[in-house]
């Protein structure tokens, strides 16, 4: 299984939509669990600032090699058997992008200070 960590992001879509917005469905890595959950935002954020889910992909000596996804663009709601779930659209992942290991460390431990939604 892939590291995937949830970040803020910047989404030049989500900022046209005017997104996030109160009541807003988003999909973020549970910290402990390990698992995608569904979240809601509690106001209207500052806009085009989303959770975007990372997943890493590769780490060749001091290269990282990654893919991005915006967690408002990237979800969407499947009813099943009288049920809501919220699901990632996979095709949506970005290809691959290269950074430094000190880089991906550094969004590693970013905790997202100011642009909680």
Request: glycine share 6%; aromatic share 12%.
């Given at each position: 299984?892939?590291?995937?960590?949830?970040?803020?992001?910047?989404?030049?879509?989500?900022?046209?939509?005017?997104?996030?917005k109160t009541g807003q469905?988003f999909?973020?890595?549970?910290s402990s669990?390990?698992?995608f959950?569904a979240?809601?935002?509690?106001?209207?954020?500052?806009a085009g600032?989303?959770?975007?889910?990372?997943?890493?992909?590769?780490?060749?000596?001091?290269?990282?090699?990654?893919?991005?996804?915006?967690?408002?663009?990237?979800?969407?709601?499947?009813?099943?058997?009288?049920?809501?779930?919220?699901c990632?659209d996979?095709?949506l992942?970005?290809?691959w992008?290269?950074?430094?290991?000190?880089?991906?460390?550094?969004?590693?431990?970013?905790?997202?200070?100011?642009?909680?939604?």
């Open positions: 299984m892939a590291t995937i960590i949830s970040r803020i992001g910047f989404c030049e879509v989500c900022k046209k939509e005017s997104r996030p469905a999909l973020v890595m549970g669990s390990s698992k959950k979240c809601y935002a509690t106001h209207n954020g500052r600032f989303v959770p975007f889910s990372y997943r890493l992909r590769k780490v060749i000596d001091d290269r990282v090699f990654y893919q991005k996804i915006c967690s408002i663009c990237g979800s969407y709601s499947l009813e099943e058997d009288g049920k809501n779930y919220l990632m996979e095709s992942w970005s290809g992008i290269k950074t430094t290991l000190s880089n991906w460390n550094a969004l590693v431990i970013f905790k997202n200070t100011g642009y909680e939604i």
